[in-house]
């Protein structure tokens, strides 16, 4: 502030030089918070690109397991549980049936019995399309009408089947 006769008082001009330099204090503090940030977040992201680099590092090679699903009917359950055992054991990831027991929702009049099967159906048709083959639990040569249209699904997207027996002429 000047006074009116442009002569400035001492006191005046300390109290400029002190708002001046708290401005400038203010600015160094502000600009030294900001580096400490930027240093701050610089260090978050590179911890983030390390553990991201750790998790590429870990599951390199996952997608080299091939993926098998069984199919079959359930009643065969004791040789699902041994053909799954020996897939795993081989180095593959192998998909199942979810539910042993879904006999109990074959065509016995009950409509929310045939819908839960229907969606039972439609989930294995989805492991199946997930999987780089299908393998046909078929003891006696036994392949049921689902696992008939499992095998035409799995043959119209190109995976291989494999059989536990060897078809007979009806599978050929």
């Given at each position: 502030?000047?006074?009116?006769?442009?002569v400035?008082?001492?006191?005046?001009?300390i109290?400029?030089?002190?708002?001046?330099?708290?401005?400038d204090?203010?600015?160094?503090?502000f600009h030294?918070?900001?580096?400490?940030?930027?240093?701050?977040?610089?260090?978050?992201?590179m911890?983030?690109?390390e553990?991201?680099?750790?998790?590429?590092?870990?599951?390199?090679?996952?997608?080299?397991?091939?993926?098998?699903?069984?199919?079959?009917?359930?009643?065969?359950?004791?040789?699902?549980?041994?053909?799954n055992?020996?897939?795993?054991?081989?180095?593959n990831?192998?998909?199942?049936?979810?539910?042993?027991?879904?006999?109990?929702?074959?065509?016995?009049?009950?409509?929310?019995?045939?819908?839960t099967?229907?969606?039972?159906?439609?989930?294995?048709?989805?492991k199946?399309?997930?999987?780089?083959a299908v393998?046909v639990?078929?003891?006696?040569?036994?392949?049921?009408?689902?696992?008939?249209?499992?095998?035409?699904?799995?043959?119209?997207?190109?995976?291989?089947?494999?059989?536990?027996?060897?078809?007979?002429?009806?599978?050929?």
């Amino acid at each position: 502030m000047t006074p009116k006769n442009g002569v400035r008082n001492t006191d005046q001009m300390i109290a400029e030089l002190r708002a001046a330099a708290e401005n400038d204090r203010r600015a160094a503090e502000f600009h030294s918070f900001k580096k400490k940030l930027e240093q701050r977040d610089l260090q978050r992201v590179m911890r983030l690109e390390e553990q991201a680099d750790q998790l590429e590092r870990e599951l390199a090679g996952v997608e080299n397991y091939p993926v098998i699903t069984l199919c079959g009917s359930v009643r065969f359950r004791d040789d699902f549980e041994r053909v799954n055992a020996e897939l795993t054991l081989r180095g593959n990831i192998v998909l199942s049936v979810g539910c042993f027991d879904h006999d109990r929702f074959h065509d016995h009049g009950d409509e929310k019995a045939l819908e839960t099967k229907r969606r039972l159906d439609r989930l294995h048709l989805a492991k199946i399309s997930m999987s780089n083959a299908v393998y046909v639990i078929n003891r006696g040569g036994h392949i049921g009408d689902s696992t008939r249209r499992e095998i035409a699904f799995a043959q119209g997207l190109g995976l291989p089947v494999i059989y536990m027996q060897t078809p007979e002429k009806e599978a050929q």
